[in-house]
């Protein structure tokens, strides 16, 4: 499964940071509230498609959509993704998420009786300072930007990653923690992306008597005891595995490394982590402490351990999914029930400078919701006048029935519609 190494790798490490300069490189006019979001704001109520509930009760408060989800230059939360906060799918047991976040905990469990603090429950909405600067991400990174991050107004995000926690568990006097959430990022589609995903996060703070009785420095203590414990987690979830750490790169953390597996004849990452920067300890009342952290994705790992195939089934409610999977029950492998066929559409259009492929998805996944399967470029060349054609082929599958012609012609009729509206592009 070659598609599953690629689910949500880290936007903070230097590879994909590549991967989003040239995409800025690219469209050097998508500024941090590019004009298309700005185009789509305006028309958003037209828009709208309805949603059960207009009130979620997110740890113990209850939020009202018209609170996250605004028409104000500064929002750019779809009606899909309020849907989504407090579904919590990390919390149910008889979900794989919920079963490989209880399998992570057996290991520390086991290994680290009584030591490690467990939150599962913390708010995805959270501050731009909690998010980005409490673990020092550059002022101009550009996880930042509002086509990569989501914004309920111009301090306050919906999570990108559960690193969001660690100032404020560590202020609060924890020095071992495990931090389970949902976190949201703007990407494109296939079937390894889904704008929400679950991470978790993992602390351990040491003093001095710690390092002092080894003849190692405060940092390559914590970085041998990590190297250590996480490689005991990979073989707990994974068996006898031959595994490879990998130097990386993370604003929060220096060493940082990344740890892959050779599974199903090929390497994989399981998670990124590292040595938490000195800064974040002494702003956080931690002076005299070294600590190491790791976050890993939980759909990555679950598509791999329980054989699913597409990212989106982790939402599905249908019973011949849920059925599949309970309590303790790590690694089952998930039967397909059934295979209905995909169905390909095609689109061009003339981009604009503030195009970006995540508006474009939002849009299309704003109209045919699960059942856009994978959106991808196909055809790009810009004319003497110096106009930029896109093709872009779009996938429809349904996990659970099959679609009609009818249906898809619809939906194929709405996107074209919504993207020429939202977009501001001429449609071919
Ligand atoms: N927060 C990082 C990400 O989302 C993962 C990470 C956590 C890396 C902690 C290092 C330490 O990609």
Sequence with gaps: MAVVSSAHSSIFSKTSLFHHMNCFKRFSFCLPFSSSAAASLSTKKKW??????????????????????????????????????????????????????????????????????????????????????????????????????YYVDSQTVLRCHTSAHQAELLRRGHTHFLVTGDVYRRDSIDSTHYPVFHQMEGVRVFTPDNWEASCLDPTSYAAEDLKKSLEGLARHLFGAVEMRWIDAYFPFTNPSYELEIYFKEKWMEVLGCGVMEQEILKSNSRLNSVAWAFGLGLERLAMVLFDIPDIRLFWSIDERFTSQFSEGQMGVKFKTFSKYPPCYKDMSFWINESFTENNLCEVVRGVAGDLVEEVSLIDNFTNKKGMTSHCYRIAYRSMERSLTDEEINELQWNVREQVQNKLNVVLR
């Design 48 to 149: 709208r498609q309805p949603v059960a509930s207009s009130v979620v009760e997110l740890c113990g408060i209850k939020i009202a959509k018209d609170d996250v989800v605004r028409d104000d230059p500064t929002n750019n939360i779809p009606d899909t993704i309020f849907s989504k906060l407090g579904m919590q799918l990390h919390r149910r047991n008889n979900h794989p998420l919920g079963i490989l976040k209880n399998g992570i905990y057996e290991y520390f469990d086991t290994n680290y009786p009584n030591m490690f603090d467990k939150f599962d429950d913390l708010c995805p909405i959270v501050s731009v300072k909690q998010n980005f600067d409490d673990v020092l991400v550059p002022a101009d990174h550009v996880s930042r930007s509002y086509n990569d991050t």
